[in-house]
C-alpha cells in the first residue's frame, strides 16, 4: 500500500520560515518523481515546486527565490523548505509522486496545513 504523510505545517509570522517533509512508502521513491502542491481556500490546487526521478529540481515563478524542494532517496522523504513566508502562502500543502512512465497515475499525501499570519 502507497502511502504519503506530511509534516511540519503550522502557523508562523510573515518572513519566517518553515519545512514540510513527506514521508514515503509502499513504492520505490528513487524511481519517482515528487512535487508539492498547495491548495488555499476558493482556489485551484497549483504545484509549487518539484524533484524529478533525476534529481532535476524545479519551482513556480510565485515561491522561486524563497522555496526550495529536495528529496532523500535513503531516507524516503520529500522536503520543503520556505523561507520569506507570505500570508499569500496560506494553504494547505500536499506532497505527490508518480512514476516518469505513468506521470498521470499520482499518489497524494493528505496534506498539512501551512498558514502565514502576524
Known amino acids: 500500500q502507497v502511502q504519503l504523510v506530511e509534516s511540519g505545517g503550522g502557523l508562523v509570522q510573515p518572513g519566517g520560515s518553515l519545512q514540510l517533509f513527506c514521508e514515503v512508502s509502499g513504492i520505490t521513491f528513487s524511481r519517482h518523481s515528487a512535487n508539492w502542491y498547495r491548495q488555499a481556500p476558493g482556489k485551484e490546487r497549483e504545484l509549487v515546486a518539484g524533484v524529478t526521478s533525476g534529481g532535476l529540481t524545479n519551482r513556480a515563478a510565485s515561491v522561486r527565490g524563497r522555496f526550495t524542494a529536495s528529496k532523500d532517496n535513503a531516507k524516503n522523504t520529500l522536503y520543503l523548505q520556505m523561507n520569506s513566508l507570505k500570508p499569500e502562502d496560506t494553504a494547505v500543502y500536499y506532497c505527490?509522486?508518480?512514476?516518469?512512465?505513468?506521470?498521470?497515475?499520482?499518489?497524494w499525501g493528505q496534506g498539512t496545513q501551512v498558514t502565514v499570519s502576524s
Open positions: 505527490e509522486a508518480h512514476s516518469p512512465l505513468q506521470p498521470s497515475h499520482k499518489y
